[in-house]
């Protein structure tokens, strides 16, 4: 998967742009010139992430700007020692500041960080400073130039990629929900598995989203552009429906002893994984997909398994756990639709139904970044979590460059490379790659010093860059420590062409990066360190906030009966976005010191309330998009505005600033009574049948005793979710708001 994936290629994009340049103008004798192009090849490669060619331009064209103005400045500061240091302060303080504008401002913060580090390996005379940063420049409008080309050579190359990928992670996630259903003691390290996956799928999602709805609007519909979308709509209705089909484990437990009944189910989900993860090779080879029968095949034993389940179960006993195995089946089949759905578009768009989402629909799908100054001025503040970043950093490299310098280090700047690259704004991940780093250098630096006991060949030497070049930029994002290994490898390589003492490299290079290791994680810690509890806050109230946006959504659904509305997708959308966010931000938390993890147990409360939420939503709206249901009733409704009060109650707790509006309704308890009373009357006609000899439900009364258990239970358990949302916040409130 490794060789298929977008970052392969953006390495090996990235290699070849920095190899041409220095082997043309080595040919011609001038390598001088080619190796500022070069570094401004490697400095504005952080710009080429996954996303539209306007975007990328942009990124590229001011990263080009920015690492331009911060060589010119760096290179006359160094005339005196003072001047420097002051200079390397604020151009780190500044760069790192512009990460306040997200992703993409944060790749440019790194190309401009990375541009004072280099700026202190090189010296260049006063008339040729002129000539260096002439070629930088060059080197940023050759990269331009070559992601253009190779853009207009495979206009579709990002999007097949991150689709490819999307597949693969989503078959893995189904995957691993299978394993759940039948673990009992392996249970807590899969669920940790799935709250990441989940999160790096919604993350997918929202740059395909860009991508191809952005293209969209660009150039309007065409066949493949279709056939990508078709897809995407797929795989985020497979998401859902995984979410929708919420299971309370402990009770599975209970109801199924024997994990016999359950090992079917495994199965179906083990089959459609691979089957996702198969197409994800497909879909980049651009091979066609064959025919097989075995997700059909899967369902119909599945099938044949709850017939003989029910033969063998005592009724009304045992009704409880055939509706759950039954509810377990819709959900596989409703599954198997969308991966076959699948498998039809990549063979032929034509036979599946066409999109016709308008202009102004489009752009309410894709999330827009706001680039104005305002934005950068709202961060000059303390408490600002980028702000404190930016001057945590800043301390950090003057720190280390004074140190290395006045102990005589042989090159100083590799220990502030080693900060701009491990420092982040929360210290648990700094200290992860702090970890990772040192590993990766050593394993890169014995590996690399194997390598020159073997051979003296400069060839070998330069062969064995470039594949490591292009290896570590393909394995930045996938596997940090990997990713060190062969940077390490790179450089050592590089330095061996000409130094004459190769040991000498790998002994400062491994003693550097320590070096800077220790400082990067002593300065998170100290230097008004940013702790992950303190910045939750703002994330918990702004994921409510989307989960009561998406409860309301679903009302509207149940209402109108209107499956195609925009509004809900929108909200849902939002919904996935924000508990993604959430999760990700506990996971920081979780990396930070345990005695920095401030009521981390209340903390992990509030996320599995919020996550158990968003999946009984999903469950409840799947269902009714899925389904025909009946008439929407005065007592859902009070049960929806119970629950909308709950956790508009729970925003205020979270920012004084705003007035709750509650809503007024029926007597909750009375509303609960008569949905309770809807499927008793149902089961209790369903007995009277089995009694009068009809042992074979009919569908309509299959659905409405499905929809009558499914609409109670969710809504009960929707309730004394909103509930404990309420009573966790105060918690939190109390605690952290006092």
Known sequence: MFLKSSNFYRGVLQTIAVIIPLASFNAFGYITYAIPIAIGVFLNAPGNTPGTLKRKTYSILIGTSLVMAVTLLMSFAKINFLLLIATIAVLSFLSALISAYGFRGSLIAFSGLLAIVLSLSKDVTEFGIWLHVGLIGVGGLWFLFVVSVFYWLAPKKDEDQLLSETLYSTGSYLKIRGKLLVEKENREPLLNEILKLQTQLNEKHEVLRELLLSERLKSGRSHFDEKRVLIFISLVDILELALANTIDYNKIDLIFENRKALKKFKKMNITMGKHL???????????????????????????????????????????????????????????????????????????????????????????????????????????SPIFRHSLRLTIAIVIGFIFGTLVGVKNPYWIILTLVVLMRPSYGLTKERAINRIIGTLIGATCATIIILITTNTIVYMVLAAISLTIAFSLLQQSYRSAAAFITVNIIFIYALFEPNSFIVVKYRVLDTIIGAILAVIANYVLWPTWEFM???????????????????????????????????????????????????????????????????????????NNTFISALASTGSFIQNHETTTSSEYFDAFISHIENQLENSEVLLDKDRQAVIKQHLSIETAQEKLKNSYDILSNKRDQQIKAGQTIIDKQMRTQLQEALLINNQLTWLKTLSEDIHKSTKKYNKIFMP
Do not use: C, W
Request: no cysteine.
């Open 277 to 383: 993860q198969v197409l994800s090779e497909i879909l980049v080879h651009k091979k066609k997909v064959q025919s097989k029968k075995d997700l059909l095949v899967g369902l119909s034993q599945t099938l044949k398994f709850i017939e003989k389940h029910i033969k063998n179960t005592k009724l009304p006993e045992g009704r409880e756990g055939i509706l759950i195995l039954r509810n377990l089946y819709d959900y596989q089949e409703r599954q198997v639709a969308k991966v076959r759905a699948i498998r039809r578009i990549m063979n032929n768009v034509s036979q599946e139904e066409k999109i016709t989402l308008k202009r102004t629909e489009v752009q309410q799908f894709i999330t827009t970044e706001n680039y104005s100054i305002r934005i950068l001025l709202q961060h000059f503040t303390i408490q």
């Open 535 to 609: 910045n939750l806050k703002p994330i918990i109230s702004t994921t409510i906030q989307k989960n009561r946006a998406y409860l309301l959504a679903i009302k509207n659904l149940y209402h109108t009966k209107d499956t195609s509305n925009l509004n809900y997708k929108i909200a849902r959308k939002n919904a996935f976005l924000g508990i993604s966010n959430l999760n990700a931000a506990f996971q920081r938390m979780t990396q930070d010191p345990k005695s920095k993890q401030k009521e981390v147990g209340l903390i992990y409360e509030i996320v599995s309330l």
